[in-house]
C-alpha cells in the first residue's frame, strides 16, 4: 500500500467513522427527549457549524436560527445533511404576531444603527394600534392565543427583552385602547437600568399583560451547551413564576437563534408556544416552538402594515 493509498484509506475510514457517531448521538438525544403530537421535519446537519461572526444585523436579531442559516452556509465547506422526523406539538396558534422592542425616541442612525432599527416611536405604535382596530383585529396574549381562544379576527402584539420604555411608553397607549400584549422578559436584567423592575411587572401581569420567558441573560442558545440551555430555559421560567404567582407558558428566542436539541428540550420545559424571528403568520401548518413574527421596524409604513396583515375588512 503507498503513501497515497493510506491516506485515502485514513480519510474513509474517518469519514465512516464520524458518520457512525452522528447517528448515534442522534439516536441518543432521540431516546433521551422522547417527543410526540404533529410532526415537523427538521434538518440537522452531520458537523458541528458555529455561529457567522458577529455584524450589526444579527445584534439586531436578523439571521434565522441557525439549523436554517447554517444549511444556507455556501462558504465554508461540504457538509452532510440528513433529515429525519422531529415529533412537536402543532401550533395551536392562528394570528399574526406582532414583533416590538424598544418604544421611544430613536437614536441617531448614524451613531447607534442597531438601536434605531428596534425602536418604535410611541406615536407609531399608536397609529398602528388604531390602523389594526379599524381593520377588525382584536388583540389576545400569546397564552391566550396558544389555548384556542383566538379568532380569525385576532392579532398578538410582542415586546421582547423587558425594556423599560414598555411600562413608561407602551403601556399608557395599550391602556387607552383597552389592548393587551406579551412580553418577553430577560429575567436577569430585571432592575438593572433601562430594564423594567419586578414591581413594574407584577403590575403589568396583573392588569392583563402576558409576561413570557426570554431566558436569564439573552445568550446564543445555538451555540450554548446543552446544561446551559436547560438552564438559562428553565430558571428563566421559575423566576418568573415565582414572582408572578402563576404559570409562565410563551418564550421567546433571543435573537431568534436556537438549534434541533433546544426545541427537544421544550418537551419537558412546560412552555407551550415559543415565537421566533422567521417572517410569516403563525398557524397549525407550524410547530408550537417555531412559531413565525412579523417585526415591526421603524421604516414600516401604516400602508405597507395593511397590506402585510391582510386585512379582515376595510375600515380606513
Known amino acids: 500500500m503507498n503513501k497515497t493509498t493510506r491516506y485515502i484509506t485514513i480519510f474513509l475510514a474517518a469519514f465512516v467513522l464520524g458518520l457512525g457517531l452522528g447517528l448515534m448521538v442522534k439516536q441518543y438525544v432521540l431516546a433521551r427527549y422522547p417527543v410526540s403530537h404533529a410532526t415537523s421535519e427538521v434538518q440537522s446537519l452531520g458537523r458541528i457549524v458555529g455561529p457567522p461572526a458577529p455584524t450589526p444585523a444579527a445584534e439586531a436579531e436578523k439571521l434565522l436560527p441557525l439549523r436554517d442559516a447554517a444549511s444556507q452556509d455556501t462558504q465554508s465547506g461540504p457538509s452532510i445533511t440528513t433529515t429525519f422526523s422531529l415529533d412537536l406539538p402543532q401550533s395551536k396558534v392562528n394570528a399574526w404576531i406582532l414583533m416590538y422592542h424598544y418604544i421611544g425616541t430613536p437614536p441617531d442612525p448614524a451613531v447607534d444603527p442597531i438601536g434605531y432599527n428596534l425602536t418604535i416611536k410611541p406615536e407609531t405604535l399608536e397609529s398602528q394600534i388604531m390602523l389594526l382596530t379599524n381593520l377588525g383585529y382584536q388583540p389576545i396574549t400569546m397564552h391566550d392565543a396558544d389555548a384556542g381562544k383566538g379568532t380569525a379576527n385576532s392579532i398578538v402584539l410582542t415586546f421582547d427583552d423587558g425594556y423599560e420604555d414598555f411600562y413608561t411608553n407602551a403601556w399608557p397607549i395599550l391602556k387607552q385602547h383597552n389592548w393587551v400584549a406579551t412580553i418577553y422578559v430577560i429575567t436577569g436584567k430585571v432592575g438593572k437600568p433601562g430594564y423594567m423592575t419586578w414591581d413594574q411587572i407584577r403590575e403589568l401581569h396583573d392588569n392583563g399583560i402576558e409576561i413570557g420567558a426570554h431566558t436569564v441573560n439573552h445568550i446564543d442558545l445555538a451555540t450554548a451547551t446543552p446544561e446551559r440551555q436547560s438552564q438559562e430555559i428553565t430558571q ?71 397590506k402585510e396583515v391582510k386585512p379582515i375588512k376595510s375600515g380606513i
Open 236 to 306: 428563566s421560567k421559575a423566576s418568573l413564576e415565582r414572582v408572578l404567582g402563576s404559570s409562565v407558558t410563551s418564550f421567546a428566542y433571543p435573537s431568534g437563534r436556537y438549534v434541533l436539541l433546544t426545541l427537544l428540550l421544550f418537551q419537558s420545559t412546560g412552555f407551550t408556544s415559543a415565537v421566533t424571528t422567521h417572517p410569516g403568520k403563525a398557524s397549525s401548518s407550524y410547530n408550537a416552538y417555531e412559531l413565525p413574527r412579523l417585526r415591526i421596524s421603524p421604516q414600516l409604513t401604516l400602508v405597507q402594515l395593511e
